[in-house]
Nanobody, 125 residues
Framework: QVQLVESGGGLVQPGGSLRLSCVASGRVFRINQMAWYRQTPGKQRELVARIISGGSADYADSVKGRFTISADNRKNTVYLQMNNLKPDDTAVYYC???????????????????WGEGTLVTVSS
């Protein structure tokens, strides 16, 4: 019923920038939370940034001052602007949203957790 589709990953040199996008499509009633995670081989998925209640943002210490999360609620889209990228930022980045969808009865569901398929970011010279 609901899908998250990410875009914007790729290869970038150290010090460069990328902007990731993630759009939720389908029978979306309301998006309650938005976040970006990342994962490298052999490691657990880690929280990179999230939009918390009131619209403020929370960041992992490793990306503070370099990454910015933002959202366009009218477009059901969350962004991650990544500046001054470092080789340690190389990972698969995943979009995560807590979404209430419209069910078969036409009524909104409880909030469910949705994930994108991931987009690879490689920082290398």
């Amino acid at each position: 019923q609901v899908q998250l589709v990410e875009s914007g990953g790729g290869l970038v040199q150290p010090g460069g920038s990328l902007r990731l996008s993630c759009v939720a499509s389908g029978r979306v009633f309301r998006i309650n939370q938005m976040a970006w995670y990342r994962q490298t081989p052999g490691k657990q998925r880690e929280l990179v940034a999230r939009i918390i209640s009131g619209g403020s943002a929370d960041y992992a210490d490793s990306v503070k001052g370099r990454f910015t999360i933002s959202a366009d609620n009218r477009k059901n889209t969350v962004y991650l602007q990544m500046n001054n990228l470092k080789p340690d930022d190389t990972a698969v980045y995943y979009c995560n949203m807590g979404i209430r969808s419209i069910g078969a009865t036409g009524l909104p569901s409880d909030t469910m957790d949705y994930w994108g398929e991931g987009t690879l970011v490689t920082v290398s010279s």
